[in-house]
C-alpha cells in the first residue's frame, strides 16, 4: 500500500477525533450551563370570559401551571372561586384574583355595589336617557327640573344640577303594568350613588323631572353651576340661579323722609312796640 496514502488517512483520523473531543467538550459546557427549570404553581385561570355580575360555577374554571411568582392575589383552589359573583371582567384564561370576585351568592346587580354605595333605579325615556347613548359604564350628571316651594311664579321653571359623575351601572328594562293589567316595558337604568345622594335622587324622581346629561368617563372635575329659571332664558340675562334667595321679591321702599326746618321767627323792636314775624325755611334734603 502507498506510504503516502496512509498517511494522509491517519491525518484525517487524528483530525476527526480532535475535532471531535473539542465539539463534545464545547456541547458539555453548554449542558452544564443551562439555567436550571423555572419553578411553577398551580394557578386557577377562567375557562371562558366571565362578564361583570356573572355567577362562577365549576366549568368556568381551569387549573394550569403558572411560571414563576403568580399575580398578587390568585387564587388556587376551584372551591373558593366557586358560586361567587364577578365584580370586575375576567377574560379567559386570565388569573381569578380574589380582589375581583364578591360575596358567596352575590350574583347580577348586587355583586357590583361596592361595600357603602347604593345602586338607584330610574324610569327614563329616549330624551332623558340621551337617545339610548347611556349605557352601563358611562358617567353621567343629572339635572332636576320643577318649581321648588317659595320660587316666585314669575321665575317660571327652574333648573339645576343635583349630581355630578355619576356611575350607570345598569340600563335595561323594568316591566310594569298598565291600569287595564297588561304590562308595559319601561327603560329604567341603574346608577351607583352615595346614601345621602340615594335620598336626593329618589325624592328629585318622585316630585320633580329629570334629565340625565352624558359626560366624558375620565372627565371627573365638577363644574360649579349656579342653575337658571325659564324667566332668565327670556329676559337675556346672563347671571344664573345661586338659590331662591336670589330670587325672592325685594321688600317696597319706604317713602323718603322729609327733614322739615322750624320756622323762621324775626322780633322787632321799634320804641316801646315789640313786633314778632315768622318766615317758613325750605325742607332739607
Known amino acids: 500500500m502507498n506510504k503516502r496514502f496512509i498517511s494522509v488517512v491517519i491525518f484525517a483520523v487524528v483530525v476527526a477525533g480532535v475535532f471531535t473531543l473539542v465539539f463534545y467538550k464545547f456541547i458539555a459546557s453548554r449542558i452544564n450551563t443551562a439555567p436550571p427549570p423555572v419553578a411553577t404553581t398551580q394557578v386557577l385561570v377562567a375557562s371562558r ?11 368556568d374554571l381551569d387549573m394550569v401551571a403558572w411560571s414563576g411568582t403568580p399575580p398578587p392575589g390568585a387564587m388556587t383552589d376551584k372551591q373558593q372561586a366557586i358560586n361567587h359573583g364577578v365584580v370586575s371582567k375576567i377574560f379567559q384564561g386570565e388569573p381569578v384574583l380574589q380582589s375581583r370576585l364578591s ?150 321702599k319706604a317713602p323718603p323722609v322729609i327733614k322739615r326746618a322750624p320756622p323762621l321767627v324775626i322780633e322787632v323792636i321799634q320804641g316801646g312796640e315789640r313786633k314778632s314775624s315768622e318766615f317758613k325755611q325750605e325742607p332739607e334734603d
Not at 49 to 59: C, K, N, P, Q, V
Open 103 to 252: 360575596g358567596v351568592g352575590d350574583a347580577g346587580l348586587p355583586a357590583l355595589i361596592p361595600t357603602g354605595m347604593r345602586a338607584v333605579a330610574l324610569r327614563v325615556n329616549d330624551i332623558i336617557g340621551v337617545a339610548g347613548f347611556v349605557v352601563a359604564g358611562m358617567h353621567v350628571d343629572i339635572i332636576i327640573l320643577g318649581n321648588p316651594p317659595g320660587a316666585p311664579a314669575s321665575l317660571g321653571t327652574l333648573s339645576k344640577t343635583l349630581l355630578q359623575n355619576v356611575e350607570v351601572l345598569s340600563a335595561g328594562q323594568d316591566l310594569k303594568k298598565d291600569a287595564e293589567g297588561k304590562p308595559v316595558s319601561v327603560p329604567v337604568i341603574t346608577v351607583l350613588v352615595s346614601p345621602t345622594d340615594a335620598e336626593k335622587l329618589s325624592l328629585a324622581s318622585s316630585d320633580a323631572r329629570i334629565q340625565l346629561v352624558l359626560r366624558n368617563k375620565n372627565d371627573t372635575v365638577d363644574s360649579k353651576t349656579p342653575g337658571t329659571a325659564m324667566a332668565l332664558l327670556f329676559s337675556g340675562q346672563k347671571i344664573g340661579l345661586p338659590g331662591p334667595a336670589v330670587h325672592r321679591e325685594a321688600a317696597p
Open 49 to 59: 370570559t366571565l362578564d361583570e355580575g356573572a355567577l362562577i360555577h365549576e366549568g
